[in-house]
């Protein structure tokens, strides 16, 4: 069954840019009509959707963070990528990668992967 | 993009039912039939438990089940187990602007 799993660096300094990857196993990624997207989520608090990227490249953003999220895809090597850039300790969170179908419906997660924003 | 309003907390004893509303707006939970319910144990992801509003993937047991009325949905958990505390979110798409917006989160305790 298809899995996903992020990585990348669990501390960042204020004003650099977050880089995160999401890797997809047990099938491919462009397989079937599926948009794939990352959702944060800071300690004790709620979920909040960051983004979303088609297999074409397509994309699009929570107008809150549209101006410091790009999100890429590598159908090669089945991964998707999102870069924040001049963090603070506000995006201090769990991000989260996770496919969403047709309908609307987030139904694979990645474990999530801790971003402490902190100098 | 306002987050979509739930209880903070719900609770009940095991065998018991417990229903968690969701209230949005014209324009997320009352414009489309794409709510979806997220279950959360502590330090794990969200699992998938009701999409477009009452349908349950495979796996999710039969007392869990969705509903909408206006702009408000709701999950009811019946025959309440220990294994179904946790956090509970809902979502909902949100049209070609905002597309996906989530619950603020309801706690679910078995007494």
């Known amino acids: 069954q298809v899995q996903l799993q992020e990585s990348g660096p669990g501390l960042v300094k204020p004003s650099q840019t977050l880089s995160l990857t999401c890797t997809v196993s047990?099938?491919?990624?462009?397989?079937?009509?599926?948009?794939w997207s990352w959702i944060r989520q800071p300690a004790g608090k709620g979920l909040e959707w960051i983004g979303r990227?088609?297999?074409?490249?397509?994309?699009n953003y929570n107008s809150s963070l549209r101006s410091r999220v790009t999100m890429s895809v590598d159908t090669s090597k089945n991964q998707v990528s999102l870069e924040l850039t001049s963090v603070t300790p506000a995006d201090t969170a769990v991000y989260f990668c996770?496919?969403?179908?047709?309908?609307?419906?987030?139904?694979?997660w990645g474990q999530g992967t801790v971003v402490t924003v902190s100098s | 993009q306002s987050a979509l309003t739930q209880p903070p907390s719900a609770s009940g004893s095991p065998g018991q039912s417990v229903t968690i509303s969701c209230t949005g707006t014209s324009s997320d939970v009352g414009g489309y039939n794409y709510v979806s319910w997220y279950q959360q144990h502590p330090g794990k992801a969200p699992k998938l438990m009701i999409y477009e509003v009452s349908k349950r993937p495979s796996g999710v047991p039969d007392r869990f089940s969705g509903s909408k009325s206006g702009n408000t949905a709701s999950l009811t958990v019946s025959g309440l187990q220990a294994e179904d505390e946790a956090d509970y979110y809902c979502s909902s798409y949100a049209g070609n602007n905002n597309f996906y917006v989530f619950g603020t989160g309801t706690k679910v305790t078995v007494l």
């Open positions: 996770a496919r969403i179908t047709t309908r609307a419906a987030f139904d694979i």
């Open positions: 990227i088609y297999t074409s490249g397509s994309t």
């Open positions: 047990g099938g491919s990624i462009s397989s079937g009509s599926y948009y």
